[in-house]
């Protein structure tokens, strides 16, 4: 058991750690994988189970973000990607994924030396819990009526930003599909390469 929970509190904490774990598992497969196919699946379930945890976490509104953008927009790019790549990821030798390898490390050594100067986790003083922040954790729940306060500020303060930057993710995939050349001249250039093999 995990100290310090029990009930509702504890079946919570379960699931969560549940929803980590799967995370991990998958992350790890995603790493270990060379089909493109298995990797850009993987990865939209990635997508969902990280929904299904900010669901858990009472972000509902970063969760249809997730699954919409990462298990939805984002698989359907790779699949249509994939027609224009190979269906399986080369081998890379070791020694050359030594220096990704050492960045990532001194990236993550550098975001825990900044953590550092975090304040403590729930500390009335911080910047967060203070200024603004106050105003809407007192305003939200008579006026809004939502519990989660990070969705009703995005849902209805800052509705027409929220209703904008969805905008922006659909005229940014629009592009990205049409500059991958799907429809017609697509088809037509398909239809062209079988041609030319025979």
Do not use: C, H
């Amino acid at each position: 058991m995990i100290a310090g929970y029990s009930g509702a509190d504890l079946a919570i904490a379960l699931i969560n750690v549940l929803l980590l774990g799967l995370l991990f598992v998958i992350g790890v497969a995603i790493a270990r994988m060379r089909s493109l196919f298995a990797i850009v699946m993987l990865s939209g379930i990635y997508s969902l189970i990280s929904a299904t945890w900010f669901v858990a976490l009472d972000a509902v509104d970063v969760a249809f973000t997730e699954a919409a953008v990462g298990a939805g927009i984002s698989t359907a790019l790779l699949l249509g990607a994939m027609l224009l790549t190979a269906r399986t990821a080369k081998p890379e030798p070791f020694a050359r994924s030594i220096v990704p390898i050492l960045v990532v490390i001194a990236t993550g050594a550098m975001l825990v030396y900044a953590t550092i100067d975090l304040p403590a986790f729930g500390d009335p003083d911080s910047p967060a819990n203070t200024y603004v922040g106050t105003d809407y954790l007192e305003r939200t729940p008579q006026e809004i009526a939502v519990p989660n306060i990070v969705t009703a500020v995005l849902a209805s303060y800052r509705g027409f930003d929220t209703l904008g930057e969805t905008g922006v993710v659909f005229t940014a995939a629009l592009a990205v599909i049409l500059l991958l050349g799907f429809g017609e001249r697509s088809l037509s250039a398909t239809f062209n390469r079988k041609k030319d093999k025979k």
